[in-house]
C-alpha cells in the first residue's frame, strides 16, 4: 500500500516556477513508477510527466517538454516536478501517481492547485 500527498502548489504569475512534492508513504514506493497528471476546469485529466522506479528514465507531455523537470530521491520517498516558465494554460489541479510501470497507476494522490495567472 502507498499513500501519496501532493504539496508545492500555488498561485504564480505567468513566466514563473512553482516545485511540486509527492510525498509517499511505504516500503516500496522506490519500486514504483511515478508519474504526474493534472485537470483543469470542464476537462479531462491529462498526463504531465512520469519517473521511472530508479529516475533513469524520463518521460514528457509535449505541453510541457522543456519546461518541466521530473526527479526523485528514493531515500526521502518523494519525487518533484519543477515547474519553469508557466503559462496559464497550465494552471489545473496536478496530482502524482505511483504504480509498477508507467502508464500503470494503481495509488493517487489528493491533488495540489496550481494557477497561474497573467
Same mark, same amino acid.
Given at each position: 500500500?502507498?499513500?501519496?500527498?501532493?504539496?508545492? !502548489?500555488?498561485?504564480? @504569475? =505567468?513566466? %514563473?516556477?512553482? #516545485?511540486?512534492?509527492?510525498? +509517499?508513504?511505504?516500503?516500496?514506493?522506490?519500486?514504483?513508477?511515478? !508519474?504526474?497528471?493534472? @485537470? =483543469?476546469? %470542464?476537462?479531462? #485529466?491529462?498526463?504531465?510527466? +512520469?519517473?521511472?522506479?530508479?529516475?533513469?528514465?524520463?518521460?514528457?507531455?509535449?505541453?510541457?517538454?522543456?519546461?518541466?523537470?521530473?526527479?526523485?530521491?528514493?531515500?526521502?520517498?518523494?519525487?518533484?516536478?519543477?515547474?519553469?516558465?508557466?503559462?496559464?494554460?497550465?494552471?489545473?489541479?496536478?496530482?502524482?501517481?505511483?504504480?509498477?510501470?508507467?502508464?500503470?497507476?494503481?495509488?493517487?494522490?489528493?491533488?495540489?492547485?496550481?494557477?497561474?495567472?497573467?
Amino acid at each position: 500500500q502507498v499513500q501519496l500527498v501532493e504539496s508545492g !502548489g500555488g498561485l504564480v @504569475q =505567468a513566466g %514563473g516556477s512553482l #516545485r511540486l512534492s509527492c510525498a +509517499a508513504s511505504g516500503r516500496t514506493f522506490s519500486r514504483y513508477a511515478t !508519474g504526474w497528471f493534472r @485537470q =483543469a476546469p %470542464g476537462k479531462e #485529466r491529462e498526463f504531465v510527466s +512520469a519517473i521511472s522506479w530508479s529516475g533513469g528514465s524520463t518521460v514528457f507531455a509535449d505541453s510541457v517538454k522543456g519546461r518541466f523537470t521530473i526527479s526523485r530521491d528514493n531515500a526521502k520517498n518523494t519525487v518533484y516536478l519543477q515547474m519553469d516558465s508557466l503559462k496559464r494554460e497550465d494552471t489545473a489541479v496536478y496530482y502524482c501517481a505511483a504504480g509498477i510501470r508507467h502508464p500503470e497507476y494503481n495509488y493517487w494522490g489528493q491533488g495540489t492547485q496550481v494557477t497561474v495567472s497573467s
